[in-house]
Nanobody
Framework: QVQLVESGGGLVQAGGSLRLSCAASGRTSSTNAMGWFRQAPGKEREFVAEINGSGVITYYAASVKGRFTISRDNAKNTVYLEMNSLKPEDTAVYYC?????????????????WGQGTQVTVSS
């Protein structure tokens, strides 16, 4: 099993920035791709960003490309999501996820482990 714990969420004004972190523990050697998803009230959980096992290749949803950056530190078993130029429509619970499969995946069905989520609220 793999446990994922997100942190770094909060309330920020439009145009501001936040950095989310996701610390992994347990059988992390069994995982490959890592990703971030988000779920706004009344909406489906959607893909945000993904990074491959080595941290070299990244993928982004069109809605966040150019504003968000995903990265990972395998020595610390941690993945990050740097969010800049935040908009009210970015408001959601953000979830970290880990997959045994290799990227690209970009769909929650491929992911095997999930964190509890962290709330991000962007005020206008």
């Amino acid at each position: 099993q793999v446990q994922l714990v997100e942190s770094g969420g909060g309330l920020v004004q439009a145009g501001g920035s936040l950095r989310l972190s996701c610390a992994a523990s347990g059988r992390t050697s069994s995982t490959n791709a890592m990703g971030w998803f988000r779920q706004a009230p009344g909406k489906e959980r959607e893909f945000v960003a993904e990074i491959n096992g080595s941290g070299v290749i990244t993928y982004y949803a069109a809605s966040v490309k150019g504003r968000f950056t995903i990265s990972r530190d395998n020595a610390k078993n941690t993945v990050y999501l740097e969010m800049n130029s935040l908009k009210p429509e970015d408001t959601a619970v953000y979830y970290c996820a880990a997959a045994r499969a290799a990227a690209p995946l970009r769909a929650r069905a491929w992911y095997d482990y999930w964190g509890q989520g962290t709330q991000v609220t962007v005020s206008s």
